[in-house]
């Protein structure tokens, strides 16, 4: 947000070190508001996850992630949102995150990671760099463009202001990120917000420990009087901590906070033909804060569109207010068949091929109903 | 200026009624005189420290609020906003919206206590708009939203920046 002279030449502001040893899904901002730490302090936090997918703030889990692999995985990893923008990230074990909370004053975007890039070339590593999309990356000599070994994300406010991002150490999961983080139903759907910019990915093949020790010592070259504090599982039972990495994980969270997107979805019969023509169904839907806001149901030819109006009317009074999130399942073929009602009668197979279009656009084929473990 | 000379005008018109000496007359101009003076002081454009800017219309009660030229400088391009259903009541400091720009997310709060009336929808479906024109009341301009405000909201106006005070404030 501005500029900022070199930090060695500045006086050096009291600073502190937490590390947190593989919580569940920690976020740091949770951490330190226990703390209170006072604003011109700057609060260096590392942490390593279990295996977790976390969306951006202003983030579509439905564009961004396969949900139907991620609730199949038998990583079972945590699905959370966090605070700060930008685009989504896997962790796990073998992921240390960094976190820098800092004076807004004092705040821009690349300084922290050129304080990891520097803790890297100490543990020679070769090629590392900050580019202009404020993630770390390797050049190595065998690849055609760049790795991306860190993502950047910050959340501003008035007096702090919060960096974190990823590093991917010795992750044993690379191939799975890829198919985890690419979702089945992007292109059907029409999303206001963030999407993420894909990029090809590697470790840096450095131990956890290696890495928090070199991270921690850039950083008292920086800022002085490093305290650490080490946070265990223990602190995430503090009451108002649980209570904060509770809202992280929670469905009104993770799928409510959402932006305005809209799904199509179209169907054509193989076969069946009504006067010459095609026999065709679409659905059009709206959410806002997760929930249908509109939704929109079409046959053709059109006579057949005529002859079930008053079902297809039905269908907003129906389900406009409902999450999308709750309709689980073969939810979306039991809604539309009874709702449709009468229309279904000729047309069955193809309502039903669309909600189960829909079910796989959003992410929720119940792995009971499909077999699908 | 030009909306204090707006207001002017049925003001002195009042005045030349109470020669006639109506005493119905006199009533609702002694109403407008106060209307007037209170707007004078609110239709000052105002600045907070988070860098959002509030402005009243002549008529002291309604208005337009934003983020200031320098905050939309500072965030880089926005590629989100998102903004409250109305109408909806906030205090002075209430989160009243989002918007990411450059892997970033922070807030928009509200500069005063008012009632959110609308919102700048452009906003939400051409996010860079922002950019453009954030001190822009316009209809294609970058505003956030309208507002209105009770006697609570013109007392929390005596605590902003005006434009010169906010102008050294981010030169600090």
Same mark, same amino acid.
């Given at each position: ?8 030449? +500045?006086?050096?502001? !009291? ?9 569940? #899904? ?5 951490i ?9 302090? &700057? ?32 990583? !079972? ?26 004076? &807004? ?7 922290h ?38 993502? #950047? ?10 960096h ?6 010795? #992750? ?10 690419? #979702? ?15 990029s ?48 992280? !994980? ?18 054509e ?8 023509k ?42 406009v ?17 009874r ?8 047309? +069955?197979?193809l ?7 829909l +079910? ?14 | ?36 003076? $209170? ?31 320098? $905050?939309?400088? $500072? ?15 906030v ?16 807030d ?65």
């Amino acid at each position: 947000m501005h500029s900022n002279p070199s930090p060695r030449r +500045q006086a050096r502001p !009291k600073s502190t070190f937490l590390a947190a040893k593989t919580p569940t #899904s920690t976020s740091p901002s949770n951490i330190t508001s226990s703390n209170n730490p006072p604003p011109e302090s &700057t609060i260096l936090f590392l942490y390593t996850n279990r295996p977790s997918v976390i969306l951006g703030r202003n983030q579509n889990p439905y564009v961004e992630i396969n949900l139907d692999l991620l609730r199949a995985s038998n990583l !079972k990893p945590d699905l959370v949102r966090r605070r700060s923008g930008g685009g989504t990230v896997f962790h796990d074990e073998g992921n240390v995150n960094y976190s820098v909370i800092c004076p &807004t004053k004092s705040f821009h975007r690349d300084k922290h990671a050129e304080m990891v890039v520097r803790a890297l070339q100490k543990l020679n590593v070769e090629g590392v760099r900050v580019n202009e999309r404020h993630d770390i990356v390797a050049d190595r000599p065998h690849a055609i463009m760049p790795l991306k070994v860190s993502g #950047s994300a910050y959340k501003l406010t008035r007096l702090r202001s919060l960096h974190h991002g990823t590093c991917l150490l010795n #992750s044993s999961n690379l191939q799975l990120i890829g198919s985890m983080l690419k #979702s089945p139903g992007k292109k059907y759907i029409e999303a206001r917000g963030v999407e993420s910019v894909s990029s090809p990915i590697t470790n840096v093949d450095v131990q956890n420990e290696e890495f928090e020790n070199a991270v921690v010592e850039e950083f008292g070259e920086m800022y002085e009087s490093v305290e650490p504090i080490v946070v265990g599982e223990k602190e995430g039972e503090i009451p108002e901590i649980a209570e904060g990495m509770g809202v992280l !994980k929670s469905d009104d969270w993770v799928y409510g906070e959402t932006p305005q997107f809209t799904v199509n979805v179209f169907v054509e019969h193989p076969f069946k033909k009504v006067d010459g023509k095609m026999l065709k169904f679409s659905i059009c839907l709206t959410a806002r804060h997760g929930a249908i806001t509109k939704i929109d149901a079409s046959f053709e030819p059109s006579k057949v569109f005529e002859e079930n109006a008053t079902s297809i009317a039905n269908l907003g009074e129906k389900l406009v207010g409902k999450k999308i999130h709750e309709i689980y399942g073969r939810g979306w073929e039991i809604l539309l068949c009874r709702v449709l009602g009468p229309a279904t009668k000729p047309d +069955q197979e193809l309502v039903v091929a669309a909600a189960m279009q829909l +079910q796989e656009v959003l992410g929720t084929r119940d792995p009971e109903f499909r077999g699908f473990r | 200026m030009a909306s204090i000379a707006r207001k002017l005008r049925p003001v002195a018109s009042r005045f030349a009624t109470r020669s006639s000496a109506s005493a119905a007359s006199w009533r609702p101009s002694s109403f407008g005189l106060r209307a007037f003076s $209170a707007s004078r002081a609110a239709q000052v454009k105002k600045y907070t420290k988070d860098h959002e800017w509030v402005e009243l219309s002549a008529d002291g009660k309604t208005g337009h609020i934003g983020i200031s030229e320098y $905050a939309a400088h $500072a965030l880089g391009d926005v590629v989100y906003v998102e903004l409250p259903t109305v109408p909806i009541e906030v205090a002075a400091g209430d989160s009243i919206g989002a918007v990411e720009s450059v892997k970033s997310a922070s807030d928009i709060n509200s500069p005063i206590s008012c009632t959110i009336t609308a919102v700048n929808e452009l906003l939400e479906e051409a996010p860079g708009t922002i950019n453009k024109g954030p001190e822009d009341d316009s209809s294609a301009g970058g505003w956030v939203a309208k507002v209105e405000v009770a006697e609570v909201g013109i007392k929390d106006l005596e605590g902003l920046m005006d434009a010169e005070e906010y102008k050294e404030f981010v030169e600090e």
